[in-house]
Nanobody, 120 residues
Framework: VQLQASGGGLVQAGGSLRLSCVAS??????GAWIRQAPGKEPMFVAA????????YYADSVKGRFTIHRGSAKNTLYLQMNSLEPEDTAVYSC????????????????WGQGTQVTVSS
């Protein structure tokens, strides 16, 4: 399975972006978004279960970000609103394998990420 994230870009603080993650050769899957800012460890952002009826978020993005599945079941989206400069990072998506949904090690097949830059 190969994952490809897209949709990043440069946006002003308070703006919005929608990220997409397409899994080639895969049917619906449980997955997550993580992000890594320069010089920092990767951080869990959001996850969704296989059926799409359970969603999980890091405290820092609750109320601003929404993870959801597209009509094409192999696609995940991350709608990001009210963006802040602290959200600047490379965002990547992964497929859930086992373990805690909040633990990055519970996912695999991280694809190439997409850069999100929020200017103040």
């Amino acid at each position: 399975v190969q994952l490809q994230a897209s949709g990043g870009g440069l946006v002003q603080a308070g703006g919005s972006l929608r990220l997409s993650c397409v899994a080639s050769g895969s049917s619906p899957y449980a997955g997550a978004w993580i992000r890594q800012a320069p010089g920092k460890e990767p951080m869990f952002v959001a996850a969704i279960n296989y059926r799409g009826d359970r969603k999980y978020y890091a405290d820092s993005v609750k109320g601003r970000f929404t993870i959801h599945r597209g009509s094409a079941k192999n696609t995940l989206y991350l709608q990001m609103n009210s963006l802040e400069p602290e959200d600047t990072a490379v965002y990547s998506c992964g497929i859930y394998k086992d373990g805690s949904v909040y633990y990055i090690g519970s996912y695999e097949d991280w694809g190439q990420g997409t850069q999100v830059t929020v200017s103040s």
